[in-house]
């Protein structure tokens, strides 16, 4: 399956101070033309073809993909129906532009799920977290009365860690059914706010225990993808979401000018892989895109993972993440602090049918599944916040 990160814009009024966009980027209101989107839909018809992938989803993104009106949207779809047949659309937004005309469009377009970031601590409307709250809540509601299915994605920073339970209440309380985690990536820049790999494990950890706890208690807990993922590699050997991936040979940005990346953290701070225009084999070939294929597939990974017992559903996680102490982090980034925890509660006394019984939910209610999902195949699940 490809992914396609579509950045209709890269225009975003929001102004999140963990923004992977440069403020400069935020400002640009060069929106995706006609002609670059049919050109990325016969770039798209190849990929699949000489890449003998199963499918395209296409995930409208940004910047804040709605600043534009549903017009756009409707208009874009009906060309890539055209030209791109086979595909399916959904959306990551901050939902803070959102506008009554744009719901018919998730509902008929996107699938009726749509993937919104949500911050704790660092958005603010008038100076103000709270007021910021109210307004996304308000859209939410407005998606939710047009039957939309909501999926939050938080990026924890160090503001978040301990609060992991707090935030699974919060879900629980919002009607939240499920959630993702994005890693707060600082590729090409730093970050005084983000937490380190170990750090990062303590809040994964937190956030299971909080899960865990909730669903032996009421026999009810919110799906999280990286969640669900880690009990996945750990009792079956399957990864899913950072672990286990293949998002440098699978994944496609196009910017709002037709140019190229595999990762949508690293293409604002890379030299493009060429553009759309040049045609899917120019891309194949790039020097970079195959560097960064070989880096995932080998030289990502480090002694420590060739005895690490998760190697087999690991591949050492998401290739940008630093591996480990040679690169100035204090854990690997495959968390194994983590993993070590999550094979611990499924060794005790009743932990590994609860770790079932969690997974389990999402036979019940396949929306479930489909936003947890990850790298593809009409999810959520995406490295997407
Ligand atoms: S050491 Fe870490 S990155 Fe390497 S395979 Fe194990 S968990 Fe993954
Ligand atoms: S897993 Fe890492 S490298 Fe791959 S798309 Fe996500 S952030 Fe980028």
Known sequence: MILVYMKATNR????????????????????????????SAAFLSDMRNFGRHDGIQVLWHGGEPLVLSADWYWKAGELLDRELPGHVESMQTSLIPLRPEHVPLMRERFGGLVGTSVDFS????????????????????????????????IVPTTNELGREEW?????VERRFAAFNVDRYNAYGT???????????????????????ARMEKTGFAPINGAIRASITGVLYGVGGDRWGGTCMNDFV????????????????????????????????????RRKWVRHQGLTHKESHCFTCENQHFCGSGCPITPNGAAHGEDECSGYRTY???????????????????????????????????????????????
């Open 253 to 288: 940005v196009v910017e709002p000018d037709g140019s190229l990346n595999n990762c949508p953290d690293k293409s604002s701070f890379e030299e493009s892989y060429g553009n759309v225009r040049d045609g899917y084999k120019a891309f194949a070939g790039n020097k970079f």
């Open 190 to 212: 730093s970050f005084p706010d983000r937490p380190t790999n170990l750090q990062h494990s303590y809040f994964l950890m937190g956030l299971f225990e909080a899960l865990m």
């Open 167 to 171: 935030i699974v209440d919060w879900m």
């Open 122 to 153: 660092q958005r603010m409307i008038g100076g103000s977290v709270e007021a910021y709250h109210k307004l996304w809540q308000k859209k939410v509601d407005m998606a939710r009365d047009g039957g939309i299915e909501i999926i939050p994605g």
């Open 339 to 385: 993993l070590s925890a999550v094979r611990r509660f499924s060794e005790r006394p009743g932990g590994r049918e609860t770790m079932i019984a969690y997974l389990d939910q999402m036979k019940k209610d396949s929306t479930l599944d489909r936003a947890t999902r990850y790298g593809g195949g009409d999810n959520q699940g995406a490295c997407a916040a």
């Open 12 to 39: 975003c009024n929001v102004g999140c101070t963990h923004c992977y966009l440069p403020l400069e980027v935020r400002a640009d209101k060069t929106r995706m033309t006609d002609e670059v989107l049919t050109a």
